[in-house]
Each structure stands twice: as C-alpha cells, then as structure tokens.
C-alpha cells in the first residue's frame, strides 16, 4: 500500500541514483500538488539524517498539510457542512499515518524553495501555496532563498498547466 513514509523513501532512492551518476550536476526536487508534499519531505530527511541539502526545491501547486488541503478542495465543499466531516475525511488521512506536514518541513530546510501557483488553481487554492511561503518567510535565515510566483488567472494555467508556462525556465533559474 502506498504510505507517505513509502513515497519518500522512494524519492531519497532516486536521489541516491542520480547523485552517483550526476557527476557536479545540481539536483533538485520538483513536486506537483501532492508531490510538494513528498519534496519536502525528502528534502528534510536527507538534510536532517544526512547533514546533505538538495540544490533546490520547488513547489509547483502546493499546500500546506494535507488536512488543509482536504479542508480547502473545493470537491469537499459540499460535504464540510455534514457533522462528521472533520473525523471520516480529514481525520482519515491521519488515520492513514499521510500527514504530508510541507509547512512543518519547510521551517528546517535551508536550500533555495521556489513556489509556483496559478491564481486559478481549481484543485488547490492559490492561498494555501501564500501560507506556505509565508510560513517558510518567517523561518528562512536568508529570506532571498525563498520566492512565491503566482501566475494570473488570465493564463488559463489552472492545477495543471504551469509546467507549460514558456517562460517557467526563465523563471527558475
């Protein structure tokens, strides 16, 4: 089954994997929804069990916990209204040993964090991805290693799409 343990182990293996063969190349971790919370994770393992930080991390559509996102999915609105919401949907994941803590991990790591959102993200919305930033802000010695960039509404880029954004290697670098 897969577990948020499981998921991160994975990534460090991967790590693992391309660190041999990268030779001085910089290596980052790129999560998508879900993924930011899995790179973040990972980056605070490897920092904290192996004194090593990641070039950089960079969060595209993320969220802070996965209580609040659960909490904030707009597919959930309907059934926030229910007594029980909180115990059989939120708790559930808790349950599940997922907690995916990004604004926990990002308060201990000290690599470059970049953060993408699109101001009309569908799934996960834009003010979880602010959050974030804002908590990694108030933790970051060197406040210039942390950047937020939202893309407007305007570009259509929704949940999916900043990834096809041309100008997003400009933006990276």
């Given at each position: 089954h897969p577990s948020e343990n499981g998921f991160t182990t994975d990534v460090l293996a991967l790590y693992d994997w391309a660190?041999?063969?990268?030779?001085?190349?910089?290596?980052l971790f790129w999560g998508h929804s879900l993924g930011t919370g899995i790179a973040t994770n990972a980056?605070?393992?490897?920092?904290?069990?192996?004194?090593?930080?990641?070039?950089?991390?960079?969060?595209?559509?993320?969220?802070?916990?996965i209580r609040?996102?659960?909490a904030n999915i707009p597919i959930t609105m309907i059934y926030r209204q229910f007594p029980g919401f909180e115990y059989l949907i939120l708790d559930s994941m808790a349950r599940a040993g997922m907690f995916f803590r990004s604004d926990e991990n990002v308060k201990v790591l000290g690599c470059p964090l970049?953060?993408?959102?699109?101001?009309?993200?569908?799934?996960?919305?834009?003010?979880?991805?602010r959050k974030l930033y804002e908590t990694a802000?108030?933790?970051?010695?060197d406040k210039s290693k942390v950047k937020f960039i939202t893309f407007p509404e305007k570009l259509?880029?929704?949940?999916?799409?900043?990834?096809?954004?041309?100008?997003?290697?400009?933006?990276?670098?």
């Amino acid at each position: 089954h897969p577990s948020e343990n499981g998921f991160t182990t994975d990534v460090l293996a991967l790590y693992d994997w391309a660190k041999a063969r990268s030779g001085n190349s910089s290596i980052l971790f790129w999560g998508h929804s879900l993924g930011t919370g899995i790179a973040t994770n990972a980056a605070r393992k490897l920092q904290e069990e192996r004194g090593v930080q990641v070039d950089a991390v960079v969060l595209e559509s993320p969220y802070t916990n996965i209580r609040d996102a659960g909490a904030n999915i707009p597919i959930t609105m309907i059934y926030r209204q229910f007594p029980g919401f909180e115990y059989l949907i939120l708790d559930s994941m808790a349950r599940a040993g997922m907690f995916f803590r990004s604004d926990e991990n990002v308060k201990v790591l000290g690599c470059p964090l970049l953060i993408l959102h699109a101001e009309d993200d569908g799934v996960l919305p834009p003010k979880l991805g602010r959050k974030l930033y804002e908590t990694a802000r108030k933790a970051y010695k060197d406040k210039s290693k942390v950047k937020f960039i939202t893309f407007p509404e305007k570009l259509g880029l929704g949940h999916d799409y900043i990834s096809f954004n041309p100008e997003l290697p400009a933006l990276v670098k």
